[in-house]
């Protein structure tokens, strides 16, 4: 099983390293990346400091490893991550890192808007928001 | 004894993670109810996982000791 969770923030290294890491496949001729980062959204006065993410990892981790089954299913891909965060990640910075590559462009335009929905819809992950004066709500996604 | 799980907002609200409760002649329906009952979760938009799998909310598939149950509030990935 392909590890998906993450302690803390992904970082541009982190990133930079996977594209790097591609280099050496030559089928691919596309990649796409989604990259989520944590919005320091205003409510009621009061500002979003950070989001402490939390999931249900033995429910998420079939989940995901379905919901990789069907984008291989469904699109010509080549290969596909999926990283998201858990712990506490600071307003801009990034707890959701997508990256598809297939041959082509479109499959992995399809490919990179079917997984960000549908882990955001069927991964059981919760998201604590703090606010700057460490006061919190619970993350409801739009 | 099952296993019964709680996650996010839920968690908050029991004031703890996880904890065993009996379960004998009990099913998903009535066991929900329970807890509701016993930590005011009556606001809350729940999901329930039997096993690690979604199942309705009043559902009658009858719970045995080796069952892990879970609460979820609604889910906030990404």
């Known amino acids: 099983m392909k590890k998906v969770f993450i302690k803390g923030p992904i970082t541009p290294q982190f990133i930079s390293d996977a594209i790097e890491k591609h280099q050496t496949k030559h089928s691919i001729g596309a990649h796409n990346i989604f990259l989520g980062q944590v919005r320091a959204d205003e409510i009621k006065n009061k500002t979003v400091a950070a989001i402490d993410f939390t999931c249900y990892e033995g429910m998420a981790n079939p989940i995901l490893e379905e919901i990789r089954e069907k984008a291989f299913e469904k699109f010509n891909l080549t290969c596909m991550h999926i990283y998201h965060s858990l712990g506490t990640i600071k307003a801009g910075e990034i707890c959701f890192f997508v990256f598809v590559s297939a041959k082509h462009s479109k499959d992995v335009y399809d490919a990179t808007e079917f997984l960000v929905n549908t882990v955001k819809k069927k991964v059981p992950i919760f998201g604590k928001e703090i606010f700057e004066d460490e006061s919190h709500q619970w993350k409801v996604n739009q | ?78």
Do not use: R, W
């Not at chain 2, 409760?21 to 099913?27: G, K, R, S």
């Not at chain 2, 329906?29 to 996982?49: M, P, Q």
């Open chain 2, 1 to 78: 004894m099952a296993i019964i799980k709680y996650y996010g907002a839920i968690a908050e609200a029991t004031q703890c993670n996880e904890e065993h409760i009996a379960v004998a002649d009990l099913n998903i329906s009535d066991c929900v109810e329970l807890l509701s009952a016993k930590y005011n979760l009556n606001a809350f938009e729940i999901t329930v996982a039997l096993n690690q799998n979604l199942v309705d909310i009043d559902s009658t598939i009858k719970l045995t000791d080796s069952d892990e149950i879970a609460l979820l509030p609604p889910f906030a990935g990404g």
